[in-house]
């Protein structure tokens, strides 16, 4: 079937520095994807989306990349911070399918101080 | 700002007993889902509404579980009877009408639920 995952469920990096955080997609028609933010006892929130006509997208320190030949996206914080610390979970969104989520298993980030 | 309301935040219930939760999406958001979240894990949908139908309730375990959005706004998921294997977080979410082009969920705090 199809799936959405992290490559790794923790990472922690030193307060200043960028953080990296992969993800990878089973099905090759997947074509929307959004990252999510979940601090803990919260909800998701959320972060950047991405369609498959970009393989690149920023926002405010964060920048997603897309690349469909491997099937793989990351989401990349720069300059990361304390209160970046929470899980992030990549999801594909079937907006064809009612818009539902399809959501991976989620990396937890630590920044030290 | 607009929030997705969820109550209770916390549940705890004994299995074999009938537990409920409620969720107040963002006003005027016709599109309402309700998520299950174990611990460790991405959150699953389990039922999703346009208005007061259900649009997808294929992951909705429907011998124990039932959904309802009666006037289109607010909805309740009810558990009868609880098992133990349903303890997780309860994710609340609603968006903008599909028909607008709008995809964007907000999700309420949820609610934790433990069975003993």
């Known amino acids: 079937g199809e799936s959405v995952g992290l490559h790794l469920p923790t990472l922690s990096v030193q307060e200043g520095d960028n953080s990296i955080i992969n993800c990878a997609y089973s099905?090759?028609?997947?074509?929307?994807f959004i990252w999510y933010k979940q601090e803990s006892g919260k909800g998701p929130q959320f972060i950047i989306d991405?369609?498959?006509?970009?393989d690149k997208r920023q926002g405010q320190r964060v920048t997603v990349l897309l690349n469909k030949t491997v099937k793989h996206l990351s989401l990349q914080i720069a300059a990361t911070q304390p209160g970046d610390s929470a899980v992030y979970f990549c999801?594909?969104?079937?907006?064809?399918?009612?818009?539902?989520?399809?959501f991976g298993q989620g990396t937890e980030l630590s920044v030290k101080p | 700002e607009a929030e997705v309301a969820q109550s209770p935040r916390y549940k705890i219930t004994e299995k074999s007993q009938a537990v409920a939760f409620w969720c107040d999406p963002i006003?005027?958001?016709?599109?309402l889902y309700w998520y299950r979240q174990i611990l460790g894990q991405g959150p699953e949908l389990l039922v999703q509404?346009?208005?007061?139908?259900?649009?997808?309730d294929s992951q909705l375990p429907k011998d124990r579980f039932s959904a309802e959005r009666l006037k289109g706004v607010d909805s309740t998921l009810k558990i009868q009877p609880a098992e133990l294997g349903d303890s997780a977080m309860y994710l609340c979410?609603?968006?903008?009408?599909?028909?607008?082009?709008?995809?964007?969920?907000?999700f309420g705090p949820g609610t934790r639920l433990t069975v003993t």
């Open positions: 099905n090759s028609a997947s074509d929307y």
């Open positions: 509404f346009q208005d007061e139908s259900v649009v997808d």
């Open positions: 999801a594909e969104n079937k907006y064809n399918q009612g818009g539902k989520l399809i």
């Open positions: 979410a609603s968006s903008h009408s599909l028909d607008r082009g709008s995809y964007e969920q907000y």
């Open positions: 006003s005027g958001h016709a599109t």
């Open positions: 991405i369609r498959s006509n970009m």
